[in-house]
């Protein structure tokens, strides 16, 4: 089966930075494109970034572009998103996403 788990979410100050993972298992992970999505409090998914199989090529919504990293690590078969210059309004559940399915998700809160 296909497991997806987050990680690395928490309280963070506005400028702040944090490191989400996303460790993959189930599928051979490196030969899929993975995405990064989002859930603020009362909203509906938003997608924020996706990466494609060999990594070299990512994209960005505008909102985080220059502030967020999306990378990969298919040798663990892990996801990350490296989230610079945090605002309070990337707070949000992260969600790492393969075609329909997501994992439990990570918390990350902005807020001074």
């Known amino acids: 089966d296909v497991q997806l788990v987050e990680s690395g979410g928490g309280l963070v100050q506005p400028g702040g930075s944090l490191r989400l993972s996303c460790t993959a298992s189930g599928f051979t992970f490196r030969n899929y494109a993975m995405n990064w999505v989002r859930q603020a409090p009362g909203k509906g998914l938003e997608w924020v970034s996706g990466?494609?199989?060999?990594?070299?090529?990512?994209t960005y919504t505008d909102s985080v572009k220059g502030r967020f990293t999306i990378s990969r690590d298919d040798a663990k078969n892990i996801l990350y998103l490296q989230m610079n210059s945090l605002k309070p309004e990337d707070t949000a559940v992260y969600y790492c996403?393969?075609?329909?399915?997501r994992g439990q998700g990570t918390q990350v809160t902005v807020s001074s």
């Open positions: 996403k393969f075609f329909a399915l």
């Open positions: 990466i494609n199989s060999d990594g070299g090529s990512t």
